[in-house]
């Protein structure tokens, strides 16, 4: 079930990750909101009565038409979760809501505009990090946890897990898991394969180091355009959308809040809406 990709490079001590791989994995080439909860102290926008009508200036600020207000979360979650055994493996949530998800991976690129832009917007997002990326500031992550968006395992170095063995596996899984509670306060329930490549040692070592589900994808966001998986290429009711935390350097000039921006015009356009993801597994 994983996905094929290209091969990339960790660089130095800092290891920064530079990626250039194909749509189903890590690459670089492209309205909703969930229900918002209180704004954090430090909040640059203006208090309102009417919260609402806050995100929707927010979006109009920022180019966009405002997508609509996620659904409520289901009563029952569509998908069960698992700790130990065989754990699921999944790439959309079983819904007839039109809703997506989306995921931001690695951590390389650290800009304070997309923070003020997920405030603003009040868009829920899934971090999965590693930590050769964001070892450099782990405050970053912390600030858009903040906003309530949840931190999951993406291992310590992003290597093609399955050729490792189990043990090299078990160490990279485990160890990102001990790194990122140690950091953030709590221990990932989701691990996402680098590169969406996984086999069974990688799911008995995500299941043996506490995690409960492998989270794979269904689009992924390039500069501009979304890259399909399925026949139609269009985006279906509970689809999980990868992105990456990228900046100028890999997005050809671009930078991550307007990959954002075009991220949020195709979702709008076909008229889907964003929820979170923790909210349906």
């Known amino acids: 079930m994983g996905a094929q990709q290209m091969h ?8 920064a990750l530079l990626v250039a791989s194909l749509a189903t994995g890590c690459t670089t080439e492209s309205s909703a909101v969930s229900r918002p909860s209180a704004s ?25 038409k405002p997508l609509a207000e996620a659904p409520e979360p289901p009563a029952v979650k569509p998908v069960a979760l698992k700790t130990g055994g065989t754990i ?5 949530i079983p819904t007839k809501e039109k809703v997506v998800f989306l995921t931001f991976d690695d951590g390389t690129e650290q800009d304070p505009q997309f923070i003020t832009m997920m405030r603003e917007l009040k868009l829920p997002i899934t971090m999965f990090l590693t930590d050769a990326a964001i070892r450099s500031d782990y405050g970053y992550f912390t600030k858009l946890q903040a906003l309530g968006n949840p931190v999951e395992n993406h291992t310590l170095s992003h290597p093609n897990l399955p050729t490792l ?10 160890g990102q898991q001990a790194r990122l509670k140690a950091h953030y306060g709590t221990a990932p329930r989701l691990f996402r394969p680098p590169y969406g490549n996984w086999n069974e040692a990688t ?6 180091c506490g995690l409960q589900a492998i989270v794979l994808w269904r689009e992924s966001m390039q500069i501009k355009n979304m890259q399909y998986q399925l026949p139609g290429k269009k985006l279906r009711p509970g689809d999980i959308i990868l992105a990456h935390f990228r900046g100028p350097s890999e997005l050809k000039g671009r930078t991550i809040t307007q990959m954002t921006v075009n991220m949020l015009r195709h979702i709008e356009e076909q008229g889907f809406t964003v929820a979170r993801l923790e909210d349906y597994l």
């Open 203 to 208: 799911r008995s070592a995500a299941a043996s």
């Open 88 to 92: 699921p493996v999944i790439s959309e």
């Open 165 to 174: 063995g189990a043990a090299a596996q078990k160490e990279e899984i485990c």
């Open 8 to 15: 990339w490079r960790v660089k130095g001590a800092a290891a």
């Open 40 to 64: 954090p102290s430090g909040s640059s926008a203006a208090p309102s009565a009417n919260p609402r009508a806050a995100v929707e200036a927010a979006y109009r600020k920022w180019g966009l």
